[in-house]
């Protein structure tokens, strides 16, 4: 689960050693302590009900909440303006193609396969930038 988080979403540095909380099973996760902290580089696991850290990622496991506290791995305000810049980006594609499609001239006489690839990649777009929204709300 952590290189999720440590290469995609939030940029946390392969080698660093994370924290984790876990919500529920915690006689199942105590089993695999050693485990997570060869292979996934967890430092420390706590045991806690109430999983809504802030500043965090988490993910979920059937009924577990598995939460990782990000303020002392990555620089929060650095991570919000890199994902702001990946939305600047996404942004500027989504605003092209949104144009082509609002144009009667490209829908009428592009091929309907152009056409519906470019819907797609609208779609594709708007919940990319959604998830990234998100992300951001996480950090803040």
């Known amino acids: 689960y952590t290189t999720l988080f440590r290469s995609a979403e939030f940029n946390i540095p392969l080698g660093a050693k994370i924290n984790i909380v876990i919500d529920n099973n915690e006689e199942l996760y105590k089993q695999i302590i050693p485990y997570l902290s060869r292979m996934a580089k967890v430092n420390s696991v706590e045991f806690k009900k109430d999983g809504n850290i802030p500043k965090s990622a988490y993910c979920v496991v059937d009924d577990t909440k598995i939460t990782i506290p990000l303020e002392d791995l990555i620089d929060i305000n650095q ?5 702001n ?4 980006k996404l942004e500027v594609e989504l ?3 949104t144009g082509r499609l609002n144009n009667d001239k490209f829908v009428s006489s592009a091929p309907k396969e ?7 990649r609208k779609d594709e777009l708007d919940s990319e930038i959604q998830l990234i929204k998100k992300t951001i709300k996480k950090l803040s």
């Open 85 to 88: 810049k990946k939305i600047e």
């Open 95 to 97: 605003k092209s193609i």
């Open 114 to 120: 152009v056409v519906e690839k470019t819907k797609a």
């Open 79 to 83: 991570e919000i303006a890199r994902q």
